[in-house]
């Protein structure tokens, strides 16, 4: 495997690509941050972008734009799949740039209205550092009181309502606005757009008679559309799973289980409609056996984020732990991960990971970062990721 590492690109990120190659990442994971979703990127535009990572000064070690994350995919194809004509191709046409680029791994999420969600993007460890975490309370304060969604009783027992309630109450008019950041202003890396809270209502009526099984039609009928491009380049398209790995704000998400995973693959068998295997959004749900499913999709693993999160005593909210002390198998995890690439036909390229969000900690705490993506907690994730590679006698490439 290869050890990949985020970055948001010129301007967008404190850390460094000298930082990366300190960090013992070769594999630089990026997307043309700076482009509108929905906007086709430019063959000149992927080839800057490249050089500026790839240019090593003299006496540096090489970095490798390996993995595109991510192509974000507009709302308009998640809400009529096919006949978002003009939206589809602009993201072939994103897809084929990258690829004249030799850049063909892509990552791409189906998430309706909201990317990844957080409730707390620096709740206090007790070291001192911070983590990110997802409170279903400070959640269902949001929902329910500050988006006031029609209809969002009915997802919440009476119980939980009277503490979000309580929640709402306590707080102040900045930590409410500072909960409408975090919640609706889009996360760094996110593939939907920042929201107001009369923007967000608006989306979300936008998804009415959206159930589940029409928003997977919609995922099928856009891989029938991009799948024979990404073919015809050589490109793999690692659909990320839902994060966190359920329905919120009464939205279908239909990338959160295995069973979504074999639906998407039986109905577009195609070799280019591939997962990415993370293992925090994944492992959000106590009934995904995550060592089963790296086994069950090996074949269709194209790129990998390695993070564990650990489910709280409601079985609702969760934080992320370090990165071996959640609640996955990490071990168990990279051992059938290595046995999937040793199982590849020889040539196949390695599979890239990188670690996942890391703790804010030591000089990082601070500084500006993105949230999750600052240095030296994802630079302690990879070398404790990095050991157990070399106890598998499978050292990264
Ligand atoms: C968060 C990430 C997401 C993810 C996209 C994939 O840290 O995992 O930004 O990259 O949702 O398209």
Same mark, same amino acid.
């Given at each position: 495997?290869?050890?990949?590492?985020?970055?948001?690109?010129?301007?967008?990120?404190?850390?460094?690509?000298?930082?990366?190659?300190?960090?013992?990442?070769?594999?630089?994971?990026?997307?043309?941050?700076?482009?509108?979703?929905?906007?086709?990127?430019?063959?000149?535009?992927? %080839? #800057? &972008?490249? =050089?500026?990572?790839?240019?090593?000064? @003299?006496?540096?070690? *090489?970095? !490798?734009?390996?993995? +595109?994350?991510?192509?974000?995919?507009?709302?308009?194809?998640?809400?009529?799949?096919?006949?978002?004509?003009?939206?589809?191709?602009?993201?072939?046409?994103?897809?084929?740039?990258?690829?004249?680029?030799?850049?063909?791994?892509?990552?791409?999420?189906?998430?309706?209205?909201?990317?990844?969600?957080?409730?707390?993007?620096?709740?206090?460890?007790?070291?001192?550092?911070?983590?990110?975490?997802?409170?279903?309370?400070?959640?269902?304060?949001?929902?329910?009181?500050?988006?006031?969604?029609?209809?969002?009783?009915?997802?919440?027992?009476? %119980? #939980? &309502?009277? =503490?979000?309630?309580?929640?709402?109450? @306590?707080?102040?008019? *900045?930590? !409410?606005?500072?909960? +409408?950041?975090?919640?609706?202003?889009?996360?760094?890396?996110?593939?939907?757009?920042?929201?107001?809270?009369?923007?967000?209502?608006?989306?979300?009526?936008?998804?009415?008679?959206?159930?589940?099984?029409?928003?997977?039609?919609?995922?099928?009928?856009?891989?029938?559309?991009?799948?024979?491009?990404?073919?015809?380049?050589?490109?793999?398209?690692?659909?990320?799973?839902?994060?966190?790995?359920?329905?919120?704000?009464?939205?279908?998400?239909?990338?959160?289980?295995?069973?979504?995973?074999?639906?998407?693959?039986?109905?577009?068998?195609?070799?280019?409609?591939?997962?990415?295997?993370?293992?925090?959004?994944?492992?959000?749900? *106590?009934?995904?056996?995550?060592?089963?499913?790296?086994?069950?999709?090996?074949?269709?693993?194209?790129?990998?984020?390695?993070?564990?999160?650990?489910?709280?005593?409601?079985?609702?909210?969760?934080?992320?732990?370090?990165?071996?002390?959640?609640?996955?198998?990490?071990?168990?995890?990279?051992?059938?991960?290595?046995?999937?690439?040793?199982?590849?036909?020889?040539?196949?390229?390695?599979?890239?990971?990188?670690?996942?969000?890391?703790?804010?900690?030591?000089?990082?705490?601070?500084?500006?970062?993105?949230?999750?993506?600052?240095?030296?907690?994802?630079?302690?994730?990879?070398?404790?990721?990095?050991?157990?590679?070399?106890?598998?006698?499978?050292?990264?490439?």
């Amino acid at each position: 495997m290869r050890q990949g590492w985020r970055w948001y690109g010129p301007g967008r990120d404190g850390v460094s690509l000298d930082d990366i190659r300190q960090a013992g990442a070769t594999d630089v994971v990026t997307a043309l941050h700076d482009v509108p979703i929905g906007e086709p990127w430019t063959e000149a535009g992927v %080839a #800057e &972008r490249k =050089r500026l990572i790839e240019d090593a000064p @003299a006496g540096r070690s *090489a970095l !490798r734009w390996s993995v +595109v994350e991510s192509i974000p995919v507009p709302d308009a194809v998640k809400r009529q799949g096919g006949a978002a004509r003009r939206e589809i191709e602009a993201w072939i046409a994103s897809l084929e740039a990258c690829a004249a680029n030799d850049v063909r791994t892509v990552c791409y999420n189906f998430m309706p209205v909201v990317d990844w969600t957080r409730t707390d993007l620096d709740w206090v460890l007790p070291t001192g550092a911070t983590a990110l975490r997802f409170d279903q309370d400070r959640f269902a304060a949001f929902d329910l009181y500050i988006l006031a969604r029609p209809g969002g009783e009915a997802d919440y027992p009476p %119980a #939980e &309502r009277d =503490r979000a309630r309580a929640i709402y109450d @306590a707080m102040s008019g *900045a930590e !409410r606005d500072a909960l +409408v950041l975090t919640i609706a202003s889009a996360l760094p890396g996110s593939t939907t757009d920042p929201l107001s809270i009369p923007a967000f209502r608006e989306r979300l009526r936008a998804y009415a008679g959206i159930d589940a099984a029409r928003l997977r039609r919609h995922l099928v009928e856009f891989l029938e559309a991009v799948t024979p491009a990404a073919e015809a380049c050589g490109a793999i398209l690692t659909l990320h799973p839902d994060d966190p790995p359920r329905s919120l704000f009464g939205l279908p998400r239909i990338a959160s289980t295995a069973d979504d995973y074999a639906a998407l693959f039986a109905a577009v068998p195609s070799p280019a409609n591939a997962m990415c295997f993370c293992t925090g959004s994944l492992g959000v749900r *106590a009934d995904n056996d995550l060592p089963a499913m790296a086994r069950r999709f090996a074949e269709r693993i194209g790129f990998v984020h390695l993070r564990a999160t650990k489910r709280e005593g409601d079985g609702r909210s969760f934080h992320e732990a370090a990165h071996l002390e959640g609640d996955v198998d990490m071990v168990a995890v990279l051992r059938e991960l290595t046995a999937a690439e040793r199982a590849r036909p020889a040539g196949a390229p390695p599979i890239v990971f990188r670690p996942d969000h890391g703790h804010r900690m030591l000089d990082d705490l601070g500084k500006e970062a993105n949230p999750g993506y600052s240095a030296i907690g994802r630079l302690k994730g990879l070398a404790e990721l990095r050991g157990i590679l070399y106890a598998l006698g499978r050292p990264p490439d």
